[in-house]
């Protein structure tokens, strides 16, 4: 089956500046929730060993602890999760004293009641600091892309310079880093989903899945331009490059999903939203490299053309 995928480029132009649109849209309004990772405080994640206590019965135990707002967040069938500020260690046994006697139980121990999976604690300026080296690391790794690329097809000059090549997957990436943070501001909103360092590392991960992914392509349209010297339109010979690895593309990112939405569905609560940016990641990934990239450098191609023309 052969696909006219550059012909039909209006299309996946009009799909992708949507997507892109709406994520621009959802990030200008809702911005990022962040996490104590960036702001700061306090995260603890506690299992009832039996029936877990209405929230609402929670929230009154700890409401006359004088530890300000604490966001408390159901998770799974017996978990919680508690957001607030930096606590003592004092302050984290009355935290804890607190919890059971949301259950009502009987038990005198505090670990026959309830079991603590996390405690976390990061301060304020550690937390700026970590966000400062995340946005530094996804410049970073955006620049060595651009020239590992320029480098990797640096025996390309005709019809496309080689740095086109890896500016173009730069541009793939950025659709694909802006949709996955335009999903989370949307979550941030309306499910209160915060983000963290894992989802930076979410992030990277992308970068490097989807530029793989581009390069492929990339890779297998420079070796059909060395074979067919010109013989060909430079838009068919990309088309072409497509139709050949567009399968291997879906079948890896297809098994590699496999594996993810197990451990969406059954990992811990603590991993669910870095798998669920992975999962998109991926498919929005995939989704660039095949109807994005390629069409964006025949275009480039094309632009070329007409200024040699004029």
């Given at each position: 089956?052969?696909?006219?995928?550059?012909?039909?480029?209006?299309?996946?132009?009009?799909?992708s500046?949507?997507?892109?649109?709406?994520?621009?849209?959802?990030?200008?309004?809702?911005?990022?929730?962040?996490?104590i990772?960036?702001?700061?405080?306090?995260?603890?994640?506690?299992?009832?060993?039996?029936?877990?206590?209405?929230?609402?019965?929670?929230?009154?135990?700890?409401?006359?602890?004088?530890?300000?707002?604490?966001?408390?967040?159901?998770?799974?069938?017996?978990?919680?999760?508690?957001?607030l500020?930096n606590?003592?260690?004092?302050?984290?046994?009355?935290v804890?004293?607190?919890?059971?006697?949301?259950?009502?139980?009987?038990?005198e121990?505090?670990?026959?009641?309830?079991?603590?999976?996390?405690?976390?604690?990061?301060?304020?300026?550690?937390?700026?600091?970590?966000?400062?080296?995340?946005?530094g690391?996804?410049v970073?790794?955006?620049?060595?892309?651009?020239?590992?690329?320029?480098?990797?097809?640096?025996?390309?000059?005709?019809?496309?310079a080689?740095?086109?090549?890896?500016?173009?997957?730069?541009?793939?990436?950025?659709?694909?880093?802006?949709?996955?943070?335009?999903v989370?501001?949307?979550l941030?909103?309306f499910?209160?989903?915060?983000?963290?360092?894992?989802?930076?590392?979410?992030?990277?991960?992308?970068?490097?899945?989807?530029?793989?992914?581009?390069?492929?392509?990339?890779?297998?349209?420079?070796?059909?331009?060395?074979n067919?010297?010109?013989?060909?339109?430079?838009?068919?010979?990309?088309?072409?490059?497509?139709?050949?690895?567009?399968?291997?593309?879906?079948?890896?990112s297809f098994?590699t999903?496999?594996?993810?939405?197990?451990?969406?569905?059954?990992?811990?609560?603590?991993?669910?939203?870095f798998?669920?940016?992975?999962?998109?990641?991926?498919?929005?990934?995939?989704y660039?490299?095949?109807?994005?990239?390629?069409?964006v450098?025949?275009?480039?191609?094309?632009?070329?053309?007409?200024?040699?023309?004029?």
């Amino acid at each position: 089956m052969h696909f006219q995928i550059i012909e039909k480029r209006k299309i996946w132009y009009i799909v992708s500046g949507l997507l892109a649109t709406l994520s621009v849209v959802a990030v200008s309004l809702w911005g990022l929730k962040l996490g104590i990772d960036f702001t700061g405080g306090t995260l603890m994640e506690v299992s009832f060993l039996e029936n877990r206590p209405s929230i609402e019965s929670i929230q009154n135990e700890l409401s006359g602890l004088d530890l300000g707002d604490i966001t408390v967040q159901p998770a799974g069938s017996n978990d919680i999760i508690l957001r607030l500020r930096n606590v003592t260690e004092t302050e984290h046994q009355e935290v804890l004293a607190a919890l059971k006697k949301s259950s009502n139980s009987t038990e005198e121990s505090i670990d026959k009641v309830l079991q603590e999976n996390r405690f976390e604690t990061v301060g304020p300026s550690i937390g700026q600091e970590l966000g400062k080296k995340a946005v530094g690391a996804l410049v970073l790794s955006i620049i060595f892309i651009i020239f590992y690329i320029a480098y990797a097809f640096r025996k390309v000059s005709q019809p496309v310079a080689s740095w086109k090549f890896g500016v173009t997957a730069i541009i793939a990436l950025v659709h694909d880093v802006l949709i996955i943070t335009g999903v989370f501001a949307a979550l941030g909103y309306f499910f209160n989903v915060e983000i963290g360092a894992m989802f930076v590392t979410a992030l990277l991960t992308i970068l490097g899945f989807s530029v793989h992914d581009t390069i492929v392509v990339f890779d297998r349209t420079r070796e059909n331009l060395f074979n067919t010297r010109n013989r060909e339109r430079f838009e068919t010979v990309v088309n072409d490059s497509v139709n050949q690895t567009i399968w291997r593309s879906i079948n890896t990112s297809f098994s590699t999903l496999i594996v993810l939405g197990a451990i969406y569905f059954y990992g811990g609560e603590s991993i669910k939203y870095f798998t669920l940016a992975l999962i998109l990641g991926i498919i929005i990934g995939t989704y660039s490299s095949i109807f994005l990239a390629s069409p964006v450098i025949v275009d480039w191609y094309k632009i070329g053309l007409k200024k040699r023309d004029v």
